[in-house]
Nanobody, 114 residues
Framework: QLVESGGGDVQAGGSLRLSCTAS????????MSWVRQPPEGEPEWIAS????????YVDDSVKGRFAISRDNTQNTLYLQMDNLKPEDTALYYC?????????RGQGTRVTVSS
C-alpha cells in the first residue's frame, strides 16, 4: 500500500514537500517513482529513484525545481517541489518501480495559482 500526503494549494513560486509512505512490500529494495496527472490530462512520469537512493531520474519539465529522495528507515519517499508553476497543478502519485506503471497510491492534489 502507498499513501501520499503533503499536497495543497500554493501560489506560483511556492514550495511543497510530498511524502509517500509504503507498506506491504520491501520498500528498501524497491525502485520508486512519482507520477502526476493534470486535470483532463494524461499521466506524466516525473521522477524515479533507485532502491539505495543514488541513481535518480528527473523529467526535464521539472528538472532544477523538483527533487526526489527517500528514507528507507521510514519506508517513505519524498518529492521536494520548489518554484512551483501553475502548470504543475495535478494529482501526484507515488508508484512502485522505475516508471509510471507500478502499484500506485490514491494521490495527493497540488494546485498552483498564478
Amino acid at each position: 500500500q502507498l499513501v501520499e500526503s503533503g499536497g495543497g494549494d500554493v501560489q506560483a513560486g511556492g514550495s511543497l514537500r510530498l511524502s509517500c509512505t509504503a507498506s506491504g512490500f520491501t520498500f528498501s529494495t524497491s525502485e520508486m517513482s512519482w507520477v502526476r496527472q493534470p486535470p483532463e490530462g494524461e499521466p506524466e512520469w516525473i521522477a524515479s529513484i533507485a532502491s539505495g537512493g543514488v541513481a535518480k531520474y528527473v523529467d526535464d519539465s521539472v528538472k532544477g525545481r523538483f527533487a526526489i529522495s527517500r528514507d528507507n528507515t521510514q519506508n517513505t519517499l519524498y518529492l521536494q517541489m520548489d518554484n512551483l508553476k501553475p502548470e504543475d497543478t495535478a494529482l501526484y502519485y507515488c508508484a512502485k518501480g522505475w516508471g509510471p506503471y507500478g502499484l500506485r497510491g490514491q494521490g495527493t492534489r497540488v494546485t498552483v495559482s498564478s
